[in-house]
């Protein structure tokens, strides 16, 4: 069959590297790809959110399935458009339909879901620039650190943790008043500050039958010891050492089970990845966030531990026949480690050409903000290159990564050093 992949980071270059092994693929395109993807599919120059160019695409090319990477064109209804088109709606999509992901889109539909089905979260209350006021009040019932989340999607950037109440307040009024985050902080969801470690939990489902994949954990801090700026992740380690088998039978009673049941009772259509952002709080676990797709660089140590044919399982997806597939995971640990452009999360500079790729032998290098120029790799984005690893323990895989990440360079190259440092 022919699948085109949509997106162009780290994520979507582990989509590609592992499609690619299955004999089930014949064809296969990236839209838009990086310089990793171009090794191994056709790239595309098209914008993720250009439905009407993605569609010229897929009648030009015969493409029979279309995978969705990022957020952006499942909030913006992806799936509703190949479902409402006469020429598109034989082709499966991967990704829920638009309703259903208002669950990433929407940080306060996400809460009254979990609230309506039961599902362990954090106490919250939501605010708009009418009742500014009201925020403030709700902000003094609360002990620090404070969280402010703005509603919409603002690339993980809009959630904000503050200890001093005034800053609080301060933060609150500059997202729904001066409009800090764009549209996206039209609304503020303020939650209770929850205490514990963080982990995130994956799930596929057809709409019925669902499948848990390997938990892992990300790190989203720029600064060793995760301090300063949050960032899109900085490193990610599989499966993740403290989840034991009772507590992941907790994940799934108390949360996975109610999450699929409430997606068929509110009639929200899902096809695809749930990710599930969770908090462990003592020995119970709460969900923190839901997205509607894989995580970066959560992908980038789930997938390779992932021994079946993922086109299969997105077959499977399609036709409503998850129940029939069993997973199969690889024993080993799987670490990754981000490389980022000088700067980031902040203001950096692009097209610094990237040596050593090809000497990577003991790891596997997803190629994230990065592209081909004149036949180089240079860099293209802040998150530049995901370094990925196995090893019988997470410490051994952690331990290639960086002695991989030794033959790579480009100028001011930066990644943290420190990645399961806390586990």
Not at 119 to 124: K, L, V
Not at 145 to 168: C, F, H, R, T, W
Not at 341 to 369: C, L, R
Request: charged fraction near 25%.
């Amino acid at each position: 069959m022919t699948i085109l992949i949509l997106g162009s980071g780290g994520r979507e270059h582990t989509f590609a590297w592992k499609i690619s092994q299955s004999p089930l693929c014949k064809n296969l395109y990236v839209a838009p790809g990086n310089s990793g993807t171009a090794k191994i599919a056709t790239n595309v120059n098209i914008g993720v959110t250009d439905f009407q160019a993605i569609k010229t695409l897929v009648l030009e090319k015969e493409i029979n399935m279309v995978v969705v990477g990022p957020e952006d064109p499942l909030v913006q209804g992806v799936h509703d458009f190949f479902l409402n088109d006469a020429d598109l709606k034989h082709v499966s999509v991967i990704g829920p339909e638009k309703a259903a992901a208002e669950l990433e889109g929407s940080k306060e539909f996400a809460k009254e879901f979990m609230y309506r089905h039961n599902i362990p979260t954090a106490a919250y209350q939501s605010f708009d620039a009418s009742n500014v006021q009201e925020g403030y009040a709700f902000l003094e019932t609360l002990n620090p650190p404070y969280v402010l989340k703005a509603d919409g999607l603002a690339a993980g950037k809009g959630v904000l943790i503050l200890n001093s109440l005034e800053e609080a307040k301060a933060e609150l009024k500059s997202m729904l008043v001066d409009a800090k985050f764009g549209t996206a902080s039209n609304k503020v969801v303020i939650e209770e500050f929850l205490d514990g470690i963080e982990l995130s939990c994956f799930v596929l489902t057809d709409g019925k039958n669902y499948k848990i994949l390997p938990t892992a954990k990300d790190y989203k801090r720029i600064g060793e010891g995760d301090t300063g700026l949050n960032t899109g992740g900085m490193g990610a380690v599989s499966p993740v050492p403290f989840v034991t088998e009772a507590f992941l039978n907790k994940i799934e009673e108390r949360i996975v089970k109610p999450t699929i049941s409430g997606l068929q009772k509110d009639n929200l259509p899902y096809k695809g990845f749930v990710f599930i952002g969770l908090i462990k709080v003592g020995d119970d676990p709460k969900v923190i966030e839901y997205n509607v797709r894989m995580g970066d660089p959560e992908t980038e140590v789930v997938l390779p531990r992932l021994k079946n044919d993922l086109v299969e399982i997105f077959q499977a997806i399609a036709n409503q026949t998850l129940d029939k597939v069993a997973i199969e995971i690889d024993e080993r640990a799987a670490t990754t480690v981000m490389l980022v452009s000088g700067g980031y999360p902040e203001a950096y500079e692009k097209g610094k050409e990237i040596s050593g790729v090809e000497n990577i032998t003991d790891s596997i290098a997803f190629h994230a903000g990065a592209k081909l120029e004149n036949d180089k790799i240079v860099t293209s984005g802040g998150r530049v290159m995901a370094i990925t690893s196995y090893g019988d323990t997470y410490k051994e895989a952690i331990k290639k990564s960086y002695q991989s990440i030794e033959k790579l360079h480009f100028d001011k190259m930066y990644y943290r050093k420190d990645i399961g440092f806390d586990l």
